[in-house]
């Protein structure tokens, strides 16, 4: 389901994360570390023909990191906030057609691709399954993930000191999932799962606005 915007915090950023949203939509800015760290997991599994789903991808700057490795095959951004998608869709009209960009949960993802990324979303979840489980479903060799990954589940609904002036009484789920459990939650889906240690962090707790993300990397890989 799509949220209203009134009600989703990713809409009420519009001082402090549309115009970094853009620039990074335009390849602007310098690339994320986590977008590059996961270029190079794909690049051991890609293939020309790939569809490819960016999953929660904002406005689809992950689409540069591909470009540069030459690693694009069909590229398709996913992500529940209509502005960010546009955002996408005017910044990469030379590159992509517009039905490249879908407006849509991660619970209601459509179609099948051949690799799946979710990065720096799952977090964001009231519960990881109903999210990941259709981009399980819809993955159809690989899906990578990074989230914020621990040895127990924590559920965290809190404020975001990112929204805009008006909007600070909305609150945001910044969940640290139980490693093992998602793990076989992945695989029972029928995925070989193995970690990947995140380049940025080492595996050690990153504080962000006063919160801390332990970020860590899933591999699955459909056995």
């Not at 051949?114 to 259709?134: I, K, T, W």
């Amino acid at each position: 389901m799509i949220p209203d915007p009134a009600v989703n915090i990713w809409a009420q950023t519009k001082n402090s994360l549309y115009p970094l949203y853009k620039e990074r939509a335009e390849g602007r800015l310098p690339e994320m570390d986590c977008h590059a760290q996961a270029a190079e997991i794909y690049a051991d599994y890609s293939l020309p023909e790939d569809r490819l789903l960016d999953a929660a991808g904002g406005s689809g700057y992950f689409f540069w990191s591909l470009k540069q490795r030459g690693l694009l095959g069909h590229y398709h951004l996913l992500d529940q906030t209509a502005d960010f998608v546009d955002m996408g869709r005017r910044a990469l009209a030379a590159e992509l057609p517009p039905e490249r960009f879908i407006v849509s949960s991660m619970q209601e993802t459509p179609g099948r691709y051949e690799a799946v990324f979710c990065l720096n979303a799952l977090f964001c979840l009231p519960d990881y399954r109903q999210g990941l489980e259709r981009l399980l479903m819809a993955a159809g060799r690989l899906i990578i993930l990074r989230s914020t990954f621990g040895e127990r589940n924590e559920i965290r609904y809190e404020t975001d000191p990112y929204l805009d002036p008006g909007a600070e009484r909305l609150k945001s789920y910044f969940n640290i999932w139980r490693v093992a459990e998602v793990t076989a939650f992945m695989e029972s889906y029928g995925f070989a799962v193995h970690t990947v240690v995140d380049r940025r962090t080492n595996d050690q707790p990153e504080i962000s606005a006063g919160k801390l993300f332990p970020w860590r990397w899933l591999v699955g890989v459909k056995s």
